[in-house]
């Protein structure tokens, strides 16, 4: 079977797409970075006036997805619904964790099409109780992969799973930011700090936190903060698939860098000059190339393929795959541009770290490979 996007996905695609090369994302990052967030959240407004935060919200909060609310996840009340059967407790520190420090153009018609329209040239998309917006979501974050905006988005897209409450209202307009805290493979809270609704699976049980120390990143745009449990807010509805579905939009996002890794690295290749001639005419460097181009077709099936079937081995192949791609590309193209690579005013810099960082949330990459070999060989 082929999975490939409909006219409809890909037109929707383009269209976030054009509106992201209007906004100077790589300003907003480095802005985000040094604790201003007012250019990042310029672009979590617009965004959300084209719909992107409403494709996971039912539409009954007024977003773009089912109306029905997810059931409550049964088969993992009382364990934990991530890879592994771990107890639910902060006892893992993701690759994006460094070291504690001290505390501290309208598309609208577009994005409505392609959430009515989430089947591939091969068959349905339908996924099941977050409907054919899972696709529509996939689609969206492969293209903030590219431009790498900051912001808690992956939060904000899972938090439709684990409640039923009129804060998804806000969230589906852009109004309201949302930080989870998903141990023990996602310990540590995004942008706590500035969220205004903050989030602790613990569990099958959902409860409020608020932020603790500032952890350092490898990537300084994704300000991490300690959880401290707060209050009970109620049943998780549906832990499992809401980590399935943070896990396939990192992915996402990792094959969006990839690709935008790739096409610079080739672009670079095209115009930089040594010993009188573009270093792209090197078999040395165009097999550099040809690998990544490789790696990233491979991934890109199988992304497609868990967006549509949702299965969680699906899911854990789909974000390995991607993220040792996006990681062959980001060495790649350090490889190709050399030295200038190396400084902060070049946006390649921006890249490699958030794909190192996203490599280790939502899952490492060996307990994504060990749900698919469980799955394969149980």
């Not at 006892?91 to 505390?103: E, I, L």
């Not at 409860?207 to 990537?219: I, K, V």
């Not at 050399?338 to 490492?364: Q, S």
Request: contains cysteine; hydrophobic residues 45%.
């Amino acid at each position: 079977m082929r999975f490939t996007l409909s006219p409809d996905h890909r037109d929707f695609a383009t269209s976030l797409t054009a509106l992201l090369n209007t906004l100077d994302c790589d300003a907003a990052t480095r802005a985000w970075a040094t604790g201003n967030p007012g250019p990042g959240l310029k672009i979590w407004r617009r965004l959300a006036d084209q719909g992107l935060q409403a494709l996971t919200v039912p539409t009954h909060h007024g977003g773009l997805s089912a109306d029905a609310a997810p059931p409550i996840d049964r088969a993992s009340a009382g364990s934990a619904p991530w890879p592994g059967g771990r107890a639910s407790s902060i006892d893992a520190r993701p690759a994006d964790h460094v070291a504690p420090a001290a505390q501290g153009g309208s598309a609208d018609h577009v994005v409505s099409r392609a959430a009515c329209s989430a089947a591939t040239e091969t068959g349905s998309a339908d996924t099941g109780d977050s409907g054919a917006n899972i696709v529509d979501a996939v689609v969206a974050f492969e293209v903030l992969g590219r431009f790498c905006p900051p912001g808690p988005w992956t939060d904000a897209a899972v938090l439709p799973l684990l409640l039923d409450h009129e804060v998804l209202t806000s969230v589906a307009i852009g109004e309201t930011l949302v930080s989870l805290s998903f141990p023990p493979y996602v310990p540590y809270a995004l942008d706590a700090d500035i969220a205004d609704a903050r989030y602790l699976v613990d569990g099958a049980r959902l409860r409020a936190f608020t932020p603790g120390a500032a952890l350092s990143s490898l990537d300084s745009a994704r300000r991490l903060f300690e959880p401290l449990p707060g209050a009970d807010v109620g049943p998780a509805l549906a832990p499992t698939r809401a980590f399935d579905l943070g896990a396939l939009l990192t992915a996402a996002q990792l094959l969006g860098s990839g690709r935008w890794l790739l096409e610079t690295s080739v672009a670079h290749a095209l115009t930089r000059r040594q010993f009188g001639r573009e270093i792209g005419r090197y078999q040395a460097v165009q097999h550099l190339l040809a690998d990544v181009a490789t790696a990233l077709e491979l991934a890109t099936p199988l992304l497609y393929g868990a967006a549509v079937t949702a299965e969680p081995a699906d899911v854990s192949a789909a974000k390995t795959a991607c993220g040792d791609a996006a990681h062959l590309a980001a060495r790649t193209a350090l490889q190709v541009h050399g030295a200038v690579g190396y400084t902060a005013e070049h946006p390649l810099g921006l890249r490699l770290t958030r794909v190192r960082a996203l490599i280790g949330t939502w899952g490492t990459p060996a307990e994504h490979r060990r749900r698919v070999l469980a799955a394969i060989a149980p």
